[in-house]
């Protein structure tokens, strides 16, 4: 993470914490995506760069929402090119779900009340902006 995250951030501070036990996330969270959705794996086969790209947005987007530094609005100008991509609605739901069970799992009993609880607002938050975006455009 390129600055400090606030101390009331608790999802920040979970990447944060994530990140200098483990490193990067993104090669766990795209195996558990893969998992479960191995079409997905062929949308992305070949590069490298998009996983990374992808999952820095998440994570940009998720700090933001976290400390409210972002209106959720503004949090799914990337679902048409998702759905040009051929994404799918459950591939994303998927993908919600491997960030937030990686970063949980990855931090065992260091993962706290008030990060679940952030964590969960958040992911309250943005996901109906992302499920508005998606009956916008057909899908």
Known sequence: MAQPVPADNAVGRSLELYEERHGDPTPAIYRRLYAAHPDAEEIFAGDTYIPKRMMAGIFEIVIDLADHTIDPAFT????????A???TRPMIATMFDCVVDEIREG???D????MAADWDRVMAT???VVWDKFDELGE
């Open 126 to 128: 943005w996901k109906p």
């Open 85 to 87: 991509a051929e994404v």
């Open 76 to 83: 799914a100008s990337w679902v048409p090119d998702h759905i």
């Open 111 to 114: 993962w706290d009340d008030a």
């Open 107 to 109: 931090l065992g009993a």
